[in-house]
């Protein structure tokens, strides 16, 4: 029986499964906040893949990410390529195992097509995925030349095909589960308003902003939530209660919204922070979504990086980084009419942000570039900058988002903020009598974590 084939096969199967590997490892690193290798830019860039709601779908079904079905179709290529292997040294059949690499090649041939399409619909080119499709097709090749036999399964051995193939990627699968739910999924942003008012897609990069929405009563809106939510807005609400409202260290230099609003938000964001990204779309959903003259927030900001920010180790050289350029641009542009367009616009360009696209969405607005450039390099804005770190250090800040909510530190949690929107401010509104009793301590729910530096 040859082996050559299957040799190679087994090869691609290593391959497969360490791309996969890889690509996990640096959606790990997107969703705690740092740059990836192959966010490249606005074209191409696997961030953007990644991010999009075809593979959100696919990790809130299946529990894993895409480069865990990845490499679930990688080992067991791999376990079937051994198979082969070992039976062919044993003497043994390998129909089996021949026609099981064949159905997973041909299955694989239907993944590259699917997700390519979808890659296309997102309008931009993933590498290490061409790098996963290239693998996948040369699979392909192998497994229906390369291998003696029928190409196809002959009557009578197509039990022994599935049950060999079918058996191995649930394996695989199964074993997937545990560090697949333990990625963290891309956020939705307005995903916490009810159906019935929520837009189906928040965008910014639109010159017009998407209209205001009806508000639900607060009744309406918790019964709206899912049971998991419910817990978390009671445990949320437990430590809102009992915590006492601080001082704020300096005084506000930018808000939205009325400085008397019954739900005053202060928040600290770093540019390159995903949790950071979904806070500030979801603010933003909320501020169309409430009353009028209920909510202000204050943006202030808390760069993860060392170059700017006292309260981090340095990594490197003080060159021009995009979490210090990011920060010191929305600084100078505080007082601009357009201040909060442009920055929910570098926010929504997170993926491919660079010192680049930072300046050029600074700039599309009401502040030229030479303004701009004098403001970023004078030390008043250092100054400023400073003391939102000085002010975030005041309530021991292990990550972004930070978020204060009337003075009193809290998870960075939609649902909180937009159920005491519509509770007026009132912690013990008569409509929370529908929770659950709250847990100590809290965690779960909203955001599943910190974006470190």
Request: charged share 15%.
């Amino acid at each position: 029986v040859p082996t050559r084939g299957a040799l190679a096969l087994l090869v691609l199967g290593i391959l497969t499964s360490g791309l996969a590997i890889y690509q996990w490892m640096e959606l790990l690193t997107l969703r705690a906040g740092g740059s990836t290798s192959c966010g490249i830019s606005e074209q191409v860039n696997c961030e953007t893949v990644w991010n999009s709601d075809f593979a959100s779908a696919v990790h809130d079904t299946l529990g894993i990410p895409i480069a865990g079905l990845g490499l679930v179709w990688g080992l067991a290529a791999v376990g079937l390529s051994a198979l082969y292997l070992a039976w062919a040294k044993a003497k043994r059949s390998v129909r089996p195992a021949t026609n099981g690499l064949r159905l997973l090649a041909a299955a694989g041939i239907v993944s590259v097509v699917v997700f390519a399409g979808v890659s296309a619909q997102v309008g931009v080119v993933c590498p290490t995925c061409l790098g996963t499709y290239a693998l996948v097709i040369a699979f392909a090749g192998v497994a229906w030349k390369g291998l003696p036999g029928p190409l196809v399964p002959q009557a009578g051995e197509w039990g022994d095909a599935l049950k060999w193939t079918v058996g191995i990627s649930a394996v695989a699968f199964v074993a997937m589960q545990m560090p697949g739910r333990a990625t963290p999924h891309a956020q939705k942003a307005g995903a916490f308003l009810p159906g019935a008012t929520a837009p189906a897609k928040i965008t910014y990069g639109d010159e017009v902003e998407p209209p205001p929405v009806t508000p639900p009563t607060l009744e309406a809106y918790l019964a709206s939530l899912p049971q998991e939510q419910k817990q978390y807005l009671s445990n949320a609400l437990a430590q809102y209660r009992a915590a006492t409202p601080e001082p704020a260290l300096y005084p506000a230099r930018r808000i939205y919204g009325p400085v008397d609003a019954p739900v005053k938000v202060v928040e600290w964001t770093d540019s390159k922070c995903p949790h950071c990204k979904s806070l500030v779309e979801e603010l933003a959903a909320i501020k169309r979504g409430s009353p009028e003259g209920r909510l202000s927030v204050e943006a202030r900001h808390f760069p993860l990086d060392g170059a700017c920010n006292p309260a981090i180790p340095r990594r490197g050289p003080d060159a021009p980084s995009v979490r210090c350029e990011a920060a010191k641009a929305m600084v100078c542009l505080e007082d601009a009419q357009d201040f909060w367009k442009l920055r929910n616009r570098l926010f929504a360009s997170q993926a491919f942000l660079s010192t680049d696209k930072v300046m050029e969405i600074a700039t599309s607005g009401s502040v030229a570039r030479p303004q701009l450039e004098a403001c970023m390099s004078s030390p008043q804005t250092l100054g400023k900058l400073r003391q939102d770190v000085e002010y975030a250090m005041k309530f021991n800040i292990q990550g972004t988002p930070l978020v204060l909510l009337n003075g009193r530190q809290v998870p960075p949690s939609a649902p909180l903020i937009y159920s005491l929107v519509l509770a007026n401010g009132d912690p013990n509104h008569a409509a929370f009598v529908v929770l659950p009793p709250a847990r100590a301590p809290v965690g779960g729910g909203g955001h599943e974590g910190h974006a470190h530096p």
